[in-house]
């Protein structure tokens, strides 16, 4: 049987689920976990992804996400690989680190999400078979260090910057002030036990999870690009747009740093103005490591994730150059 061709449509959001390999797991300690979380940060930064929900348990991870630019299989092609070069070089580890395709299916806007996103959280639960009785399955998901439930229910501290779980409660409806409240009875009831109703909605389709009409107009979608047909709302990988202009993004950042583009080749000691430039070349440029390292003259691609690296580092040791930055990339969303 061939695979599904992938959807990869604009503003589309996407359910995600990656399992690892027999054997060692893809989440063998508490780093592994909080490394993985990392990439999503810096991947969605890069490829403009907004995060709805996350869970993350033993040998699976599962997502869901907003997609503007129709690029998900970028961005999770991009977490594959940086994580597997983390286990390859952490565990001294070869071959393939996932089984087979990640499996990805369309979610339709609306009260789909809180479903689809409750599901995810129940994955700590799901993963652990030896857990029975309604209040340790209740107990386990709640407590469960790697997931986006905490982040929904009010938790500000637990959630990373590219989440935000806004659309999951409004998809939820009724009265703002117990939205959460209901989101947490709904994540519980599907831990205990999961309702017939709600499997068939995940089982439907095998490339989207919604409505029967949603399901037609998914299925329609999905021929045409098998016959090799693009739709309006399609655009399909390798056919993106590049990112934002150079000389707009440089304008950006030396206005904020006072940086001089005539100079963009020096190292002065402790400036942050070049890594700075990298970091956005990367992320809303879309430059690959090299040609950044041809525009900053430096000696290799690995010198632009150092850069980057030391970038990331100071943003979360100082409240001010956090501002700074985010004053740049709203600057440059605007451009986008």
Same mark, same amino acid.
């Given at each position: 049987?061939?695979?599904?061709?992938?959807?990869?449509?604009?503003?589309?959001?996407?359910?995600?689920?990656?399992?690892?390999?027999?054997?060692?797991?893809?989440?063998?300690?508490?780093?592994?976990?909080?490394?993985?979380?990392?990439?999503?940060?810096?991947?969605?930064?890069?490829?403009?992804?907004?995060?709805?929900?996350?869970?993350?348990?033993?040998?699976?991870?599962?997502?869901?996400?907003?997609?503007?630019?129709?690029?998900?299989?970028?961005?999770?092609?991009?977490?594959?690989?940086?994580?597997?070069?983390?286990?390859?070089?952490?565990?001294?580890?070869?071959?393939?680190?996932?089984?087979?395709?990640?499996?990805?299916?369309?979610?339709?806007?609306?009260?789909?999400?809180?479903?689809?996103?409750?599901?995810?959280?129940?994955?700590?639960?799901?993963?652990?078979?030896?857990?029975?009785?309604?209040?340790?399955?209740?107990?386990?998901?709640?407590?469960?260090?790697?997931?986006?439930?905490?982040?929904? @229910?009010?938790?500000?501290?637990? *959630?990373?910057?590219?989440? /935000?779980?806004?659309? $999951?409660?409004? +998809? #939820?409806?009724?009265? =703002?002030?117990?939205?959460?409240?209901?989101?947490?009875?709904?994540?519980?009831?599907?831990?205990?036990?999961?309702?017939?109703?709600?499997?068939?909605? @995940?089982?439907?389709?095998?490339? *989207?999870?919604?409505?029967? /009409?949603?399901?037609? $107009?998914?299925? +329609? #979608?999905?021929?045409? =690009?098998?016959?090799?047909?693009?739709?309006?709302?399609?655009?399909?990988?390798?056919?993106?747009?590049?990112?934002?202009?150079?000389?707009?993004?440089?304008?950006?950042?030396?206005?904020?740093?006072?940086?001089?583009?005539?100079?963009?080749?020096?190292?002065?000691?402790?400036?942050?103005?070049?890594?700075?430039?990298?970091?956005?070349?990367?992320?809303?440029?879309?430059?690959?490591?090299?040609?950044?390292?041809?525009?900053?003259?430096?000696?290799?691609?690995?010198?632009?994730?150092?850069?980057?690296?030391?970038?990331?580092?100071?943003?979360?040791?100082?409240?001010?150059?956090?501002?700074?930055?985010?004053?740049?990339?709203?600057?440059?969303?605007?451009?986008?």
């Amino acid at each position: 049987m061939a695979r599904p061709h992938r959807l990869q449509i604009q503003d589309g959001i996407y359910f995600i689920s990656l399992q690892g390999t027999e054997g060692m797991g893809l989440f063998v300690e508490k780093s592994d976990s909080d490394h993985f979380l990392d990439l999503i940060e810096i991947t969605a930064r890069k490829h403009h992804i907004t995060l709805y929900a996350y869970a993350l348990a033993g040998n699976r991870a599962e997502l869901m996400f907003h997609s503007p630019r129709g690029n998900p299989s970028a961005f999770i092609q991009a977490l594959q690989t940086g994580y597997a070069r983390h286990l390859h070089h952490h565990y001294v580890h070869q071959g393939p680190v996932m089984k087979g395709r990640y499996k990805s299916k369309l979610v339709e806007p609306g009260d789909t999400l809180a479903t689809v996103a409750a599901w995810i959280h129940t994955l700590p639960v799901r993963e652990d078979p030896s857990l029975s009785g309604t209040e340790r399955r209740k107990n386990a998901m709640l407590k469960a260090g790697h997931t986006s439930l905490q982040a929904t @229910l009010g938790d500000e501290t637990a *959630a990373p910057a590219c989440l /935000d779980p806004k659309p $999951v409660l409004k +998809a #939820l409806g009724g009265r =703002v002030n117990t939205r959460t409240e209901r989101f947490q009875s709904l994540c519980e009831s599907l831990a205990v036990e999961p309702d017939a109703q709600t499997l068939d909605l @995940l089982k439907a389709s095998p490339i *989207a999870i919604g409505a029967s /009409d949603f399901l037609s $107009v998914t299925r +329609a #979608l999905h021929e045409g =690009v098998r016959k090799g047909k693009g739709g309006k709302a399609l655009r399909l990988h390798g056919k993106t747009k590049r990112g934002i202009a150079l000389a707009k993004i440089i304008d950006a950042v030396a206005a904020e740093f006072n940086l001089d583009p005539k100079k963009l080749h020096e190292r002065p000691r402790g400036d942050l103005g070049r890594p700075a430039l990298a970091y956005f070349l990367y992320n809303h440029g879309e430059r690959t490591q090299g040609e950044i390292a041809k525009q900053l003259g430096l000696t290799s691609a690995a010198a632009v994730s150092l850069q980057i690296r030391r970038l990331l580092t100071a943003r979360s040791d100082s409240p001010d150059l956090d501002k700074r930055l985010a004053r740049v990339e709203r600057a440059l969303d605007k451009l986008s």
